[in-house]
């Protein structure tokens, strides 16, 4: 049975907190989900479940975080991979993808698996990310920088505005509304950083049920390199452990090694990694149409060659 859902609900959540947990323990990493959203009412039905004898065996989400291209989070648990489960949550989706406009769909990964398979479906490697925890025990090698930093308020959305744009310029358009709508979620702090009479930095902290989430660090490149960085996320830190969160994770891409030193000289160590793939831009069915009807299911056996965990 397949379920489409704006939002998900508490049973929901768990059964897929335990299909998280079977794909890791295959895959030994797995894809993100972002927790600090699924959880919330969507204006779009971006869940999309797969169940058999009351067990969730498949999961897709689809993130709307840029103007013509969409992430695609999709699971299949271990044991039920090659069935064709995959295939029919991603048809499922794809009417309200062209409703969106989007042009390119960015599939995350368990870092390492698939790559033959993606690649032979025409997909290209976009880039790695790890996901990193905060540890508490870990020697802090990053120096104390005294900065102003404060929430950010309504006042602040402008400023905001052109701090992402500058930061994130491939980001959704109406980065406005976005604002309006982080600054009265009850789960999100906007801490900003005060130089020179104006926001020079930013970050966001997100609550979820067991952890707390940094994301969206930006300084403004003439403000980099002088330890802005570092406070705040000293200061999401401490914000996190003040209410309760001792779990602190962040992402960062594998590539990013000045961002990496820091977050390791911060106290943070990596627990997962994952790869993105792009499929062909503006192509029919995003390139998709042999998956998407079960031909390289065929083109597969005849080849010879095994894939690994296809979903």
């Known amino acids: 049975m397949i379920t489409r859902t704006h939002q998900l609900n508490g049973k929901q959540l768990a059964d897929l907190e335990l299909l998280v947990s079977y794909c890791k323990q295959n895959d030994r990493n797995t894809i993100p989900i972002y927790k600090h959203l699924i959880d919330k009412r969507h204006a779009l039905p971006c869940n999309t479940l797969y169940y058999e004898e009351g067990k969730l065996l498949g999961y897709l989400r689809t993130f709307f975080f840029y103007s013509t291209a969409c992430e695609v989070a999709l699971m299949v648990h271990p044991a039920h991979r090659r069935q064709g489960i995959g295939r029919t949550l991603l048809a499922e989706i794809l009417p309200i993808l062209k409703q ?10 368990p870092k390492g698996t698939n790559q033959e398979w993606l690649a032979n479906l025409g997909m290209t490697f976009h880039g790695s990310e790890f996901q990193m925890q905060y540890d508490p025990e870990k020697p802090v090698s990053i120096p104390y920088k005294p900065a102003c930093i404060r929430l950010a308020t309504q006042k602040d959305i402008p400023q905001l505005v052109e701090l992402d744009n500058t930061c994130f310029p491939d980001k959704k358009p109406d980065p406005m509304e976005v604002f309006r709508s982080l600054l009265t979620t009850n789960n999100c702090a906007i801490f900003a950083l005060i130089q020179d009479d104006r926001i020079v930095g930013k970050a966001h902290v997100f609550k979820e049920s067991d952890r707390a989430r940094v994301t969206d660090i930006g300084v403004f490149p003439e403000y980099r390199g002088r330890g802005f960085a570092g406070a705040l996320i000293k200061y999401c830190i401490n914000h996190a452990l003040i209410n309760n969160k001792p779990k602190i994770v962040l992402d960062v891409e594998i590539a990013n090694e000045s961002a990496l030193k820091l977050y390791d000289g911060l106290g943070f160590n990596i627990i997962n990694a994952h790869d993105y793939w792009n499929t062909p831009n503006e192509a029919p069915e995003f390139g998709l149409s042999a998956f998407l009807r079960g031909s390289d299911v ?12 296809a979903p």
């Open 100 to 109: 969106e406009h989007m042009e390119t769909l960015i599939f995350s990964t």
């Open 298 to 309: 065929k083109n597969h056996i005849n080849s010879g060659r095994q894939k690994k965990d």
